[in-house]
């Protein structure tokens, strides 16, 4: 027998008007964990806007995988469309479809594996510039890193260098507006308060700059260039023959620089971060990495068999996942019994599942082991998905994931990061959970042992 919408528990705490907003604008890490106790299904306002957040592995299972034909891109990705218009992470699915068939090539094991040489050859770079005894603001570090890791991939040649230092200085800005757009009232877009501005302003400047870009690579249309622009310029759908056009190009390649950069950087950050405060982990990592990799520089080949590590960087990304994602009933379903209409929106947090403690034996404390087969095999599957699940999943989750194990290994190799003493790390969300600041003291790893 099914419900109707009228019946959900709302979330406590609302407030008129503004509803829910204030709580998860202050405390959006506390506020996604804690409407899980009001139940599986919860309403929660957005101002005077419902929306229903999803509190469980099943039923975010239901959301992403069994019922997803019935779903669209919600709020946050309505609200990002000024920006990267209809690409994969905004478009309905008659464009989704044919567009990541496209692009799937461009994210194959064996691309992402040419890749690898230009993320080695970013860490190393970041990694020589340091000195002994330097404190490093290693978040900002690691996002220049993160930027520069895939402008580089995207662009390869000379005529693409206005583009890298569109995205690096560009890129940045449209992160750190993302939450607050999602949760505030349209009409406040409008509004010309610093943020918006800066808002507006790097989003013309990065889809100029781009579109300058592809209009150049067609003019040249240089068969030697082989990075992830041409790839896509070159794309033809193996049923149709059609391409993507610029326009389709130039905001696939926003949307994949602004949902690529962020993840990775904040991901390396926590995995420095908890390293540093659990030196026995860090002590297994760099033998597996002499026992891989030695002394030369790491390969794609090595990933597959660093094992440890990659139970060391699931263990980061469940603790530090993305606070807030959202869908929008597209036709009429019945979630978790509850009958839902079309237009009603729906939010779930990959943070708050992977804290619940329904799935993981005190899911606070950072313990990579409990990846081992012995300890996961009977966890549901649902219950990790970093990269989102079903149709929609990330379809760059291959290409971070390298990236961050190159790194880790890259670095760590060379330098063992010390805190520095006085500054408590603060976890702050925006498009993903952060740290607010994040210095660290380098210690030269022949010194340090």
Request: with cysteine.
């Amino acid at each position: 027998m099914s419900t109707a919408l009228h019946a959900i528990p709302r979330a406590p705490g609302r407030l008129p008007l503004v509803g829910h907003v204030i709580p998860l604008l202050r405390r959006p890490l506390d506020f996604v964990q804690s409407v899980r106790s009001a139940g599986d299904l919860v309403r929660v306002d957005f101002g005077t806007l419902p929306v229903y957040f999803v509190n469980s592995a099943d039923l975010t299972h239901e959301l992403l995988v069994t019922k997803a034909r019935h779903m669209e891109k919600g709020r946050f990705f309505t609200r990002a469309r000024i920006l990267i218009g209809d690409s994969l992470p905004t478009a309905p699915s008659h464009i989704h479809r044919p567009h990541r068939r496209l692009m799937q090539p461009a994210f194959h094991r064996e691309r992402i594996a040419e890749y690898a040489r230009v993320m080695a050859d970013r860490a190393r770079a970041m990694a020589d510039a340091w000195t002994p005894g330097q404190t490093v603001a290693l978040d900002e570090e690691l996002a220049r890193f993160s930027v520069s890791t895939l402008a580089e991939t995207v662009f390869s040649t000379d005529i693409s260098r206005p583009a890298v230092e569109g995205v690096l200085r560009d890129v940045p800005v449209l992160l750190k507006t993302a939450m607050f757009r999602t949760v505030t009232p349209r009409l406040l877009d409008r509004l010309p308060i610093p943020a918006n501005r800066k808002f507006d302003k790097a989003a013309v400047r990065l889809r100029k700059v781009i579109d300058d870009v592809i209009a150049a690579y067609r003019e040249h249309d240089d068969p030697e260039v082989n990075d992830l622009l041409s790839t896509l310029l070159a794309a033809r759908d193996s049923d149709t023959g059609e391409a993507l056009s610029d326009r389709e190009v130039r905001d696939e390649l926003v949307a994949i620089l602004f949902a690529g950069t962020e993840t990775t950087a904040s991901t390396l950050a926590w995995a420095f971060h908890e390293l540093a405060a659990h030196p026995e982990v860090e002590d297994r990592l760099l033998d597996e990495f002499r026992s891989v990799v030695g002394d030369r520089p790491v390969t794609s080949q090595d990933v597959p068999k660093l094992e440890y590590t990659d139970r060391v960087v699931r263990e980061v990304s469940r603790l530090h996942a993305v606070p807030l994602l959202m869908r929008r009933v597209a036709t009429p379903v019945q979630l978790g019994g509850t009958d839902l209409p079309v237009g009603t929106e729906i939010a779930f947090s990959l943070y708050a599942l992977h804290r619940d403690p329904r799935l993981y034996e005190s899911p606070e404390r950072f313990d990579p082991d409990r990846w081992l087969p012995e300890r996961s095999q009977d966890r549901p599957r649902e219950s990790y998905i970093p990269f989102g699940s079903g149709n929609r999943k990330c379809i760059g989750d291959g290409f971070a994931w390298m990236e961050i194990v190159i790194a880790l290994a890259t670095v760590l190799s060379r330098w063992r990061l010390e805190p520095v003493p006085g500054h408590s790390v603060r976890e702050v969300a925006s498009a993903v959970a952060h740290p607010d600041r994040l210095p660290m003291r380098a210690v030269p790893r022949t010194a340090a042992g």
